[in-house]
């Protein structure tokens, strides 16, 4: 999937703070090293190629459709909040704007649609030398704060990064590792609540994408 990150989110759904009460951690010692974790972990979920398959705070994407596009696109990557602009490359390479009135968003129902009015067209004259002319900027995530977020992915976050701080090395000598069935209830029920509406991943929870 074309996708690439326009405009970042200013913030991540979870705080360090709430990593450290989660995990009942009380001394400064490892603020990096979680810092460091939760980072990876967020990389690891949102755009542009997350295995969550959604955006959570507010960022700005841009998907790259071949010419010729269809008169309704699933846009990837919800909720979307609003489409910024339309642009294409033309047959002399020149990047024109589209019209706004020409199409709608469908945001109602989740994944949300870019639909072309009745009686329009997008334009014809794509450029051979992109293989994907057809450039939709939009604006995606659950909101601006971490609290937009629904708790449930909050929490998953808060896991994976507790996993990634308690066991720190990829081979455990020695140890018998057993998994939280609760925790794999969160991941599964979020899922399938929410990936499997019209995301690639289907019903696969985030807990087997990470490859547990």
Request: with cysteine; proline share 9%; aromatic share 8%.
């Amino acid at each position: 999937m074309n996708i690439i990150v326009m405009e970042p989110p200013e913030r991540l759904p979870i705080t360090l703070e709430d990593v450290k009460e989660h995990v009942a951690i009380e001394i400064d010692d490892d603020d990096r090293q979680l810092e460091l974790k939760i980072r990876a972990v967020v990389r690891s979920l949102d755009p542009p190629d997350g295995r969550l398959g959604r955006a959570m705070i507010t960022q700005t994407l841009r998907y790259s459709l071949p010419g010729n596009p269809p008169d309704r696109i699933r846009l990837p990557y919800p909720p979307v909040q609003l489409i910024s602009e339309i642009n294409y490359f033309n047959e002399s390479d020149v990047e024109m704007p589209i019209d706004p009135l020409i199409y709608l968003l469908k945001n109602e129902q989740d994944p949300a649609y870019l639909v072309l009015k009745s009686g329009k067209s997008w334009p014809t004259d794509f450029s051979d030398n992109d293989p994907f002319p057809f450039k939709i900027n939009f604006v995606a995530g659950f909101g601006d704060r971490p609290e937009n977020v629904p708790e449930d992915i909050r929490l998953g976050i808060m896991m994976e990064v507790a996993d990634l701080y308690l066991l720190r090395e990829n081979i455990l000598v020695g140890q018998t590792v057993s998994e939280n069935k609760f925790t794999r209830r969160i991941y599964d029920n979020y899922i399938w609540k929410h990936l499997d509406q019209g995301q690639e991943l289907g019903k696969k929870c985030w807990w087997h994408c990470a490859g547990r």
